[in-house]
């Protein structure tokens, strides 16, 4: 399979804290689990709805537009189309007065 499990520790706050954020997210998640699923679709569009620049990346984006990005760069998964990049300044911009 996958190879003997390695432990190693989290590459600075930044990393943590968005763990935290997103346990903190799954907290407030308003549905419940299906317990026989091993993958939890609309628990993880709930917790991809936030952007975030995660170290390495010098754009926003939504989290797992940059996981795919992130495993494309190391050859974990194949090239596709670019992934949508946002502009955080004129996501603010045409967001003000919102509550998104």
């Given at each position: 399979m996958s190879g003997d499990t390695t432990i190693t520790k989290t590459h600075g706050r930044k990393s943590v804290g968005g763990i935290n954020r997103m346990v903190m997210d799954a907290q407030y998640f308003g549905?419940?689990?299906?317990?026989?699923?091993?993958?939890?679709?609309?628990?993880?569009?709930?917790?991809?709805?936030?952007?975030?620049?995660?170290?390495?990346?010098?754009?926003?984006?939504?989290?797992?537009?940059?996981?795919?990005?992130?495993?494309?760069?190391?050859?974990?998964?194949?090239?596709?189309?670019?992934a949508k990049v946002i502009d955080f300044a004129q996501y603010i911009e045409n967001n003000r007065g919102t509550n998104h």
């Open positions: 549905k419940k689990l299906e317990k026989e699923a091993k993958y939890q679709w609309e628990l993880s569009e709930y917790l991809n709805r936030d952007i975030c620049q995660p170290e390495g990346f010098d754009a926003y984006g939504y989290p797992n537009e940059l996981f795919k990005l992130d495993m494309e760069r190391l050859g974990i998964a194949t090239k596709r189309k670019p």
